[in-house]
């Protein structure tokens, strides 16, 4: 077994992810980025060759189940979960009476189904170690419009965050890092905002954090967003 703390980080390819993975490999963790998106993994090793890629589909169960068990024959721990969702943006600023339902049972899919089956498949090594799960929560902007897929997936994994801390507890803490999404604009993304929410998941994931448990954490410049709004 190494000595080293694992770490997985789900959809560790997008911008958010590969600062979250850049972040804990800084802390001497063996990070294990997961995503399909195998050209942007190869990308992410080069810029960072602490940081480690799995080609993996993380909206599918078997995929996630085959990851856990070359983690544990390979290092023999996993230390902690971080949960960074697939966010559709394609869907974005569409009025609900229009929105596709399959694209609205996709979205649930991926931020919901997903983060539980993920979960639950890492759940073993994660009592082993004591460790610790952390949703990465996108939230749109309270005066956002035709947001409702986002907000209704948003507010699913803070409920997640919380059962699962309450069922889990004492054997593995849950938490949440929840941060403002503009998906009609993704310029309007605060990019602090992103280095800031990597800064929160190391902490979370760290023994500092050993103590805390579901709790939901609001990473935001409140008065940019408001100026962004």
């Not at 009025?95 to 931020?111: G, R, S, V, Y």
């Not at 997936?153 to 004492?170: D, H, K, R």
């Not at 009609?184 to 979370?204: E, G, Y």
Request: net charge negative; hydrophobic share 40%.
């Amino acid at each position: 077994m190494t000595k080293q703390p694992v770490i997985i980080v789900t959809e560790g390819t997008t911008e958010l992810g590969k600062r979250i993975c850049k972040e804990l490999a800084a802390t001497q963790s063996i990070v294990m980025s997961l995503s399909n998106d195998e050209n942007a993994g190869y990308d992410l090793v080069a810029e960072d060759p602490r940081v480690r890629f799995r080609n993996t589909d993380c909206g599918k169960e078997s995929e996630i189940a085959t990851v856990a068990r070359e983690i544990e024959s390979q290092f023999g721990r996993l230390d902690a979960l971080v949960i960074n969702p697939q966010v559709s943006r394609p869907n974005a600023g569409i009025p609900f009476t229009e929105l596709d339902l399959f694209d609205w049972n996709q979205a649930l899919h991926h931020q919901l189904t997903a983060s539980l089956f993920t979960a639950r498949q890492c759940l073993p090594l994660l009592k082993a170690t004591k460790g610790s799960i952390v949703h990465v929560v996108p939230t749109p902007h309270e005066s956002a419009i035709h947001s409702e897929l986002l907000a209704v997936c948003s507010q699913g994994l803070v409920g997640l965050t919380e059962a699962l801390a309450n069922s889990l507890s004492p054997d593995v803490t849950v938490h949440a890092a929840r941060y403002i999404l503009n998906q009609a604009n993704a310029k309007k993304n605060d990019i602090n905002q992103f280095r800031d929410l990597a800064a929160m998941v190391r902490f979370l994931v760290s023994h500092e954090a050993s103590h805390i448990n579901g709790q939901v954490f609001n990473v935001s410049n409140r008065v940019l967003d408001k100026k962004l709004s």
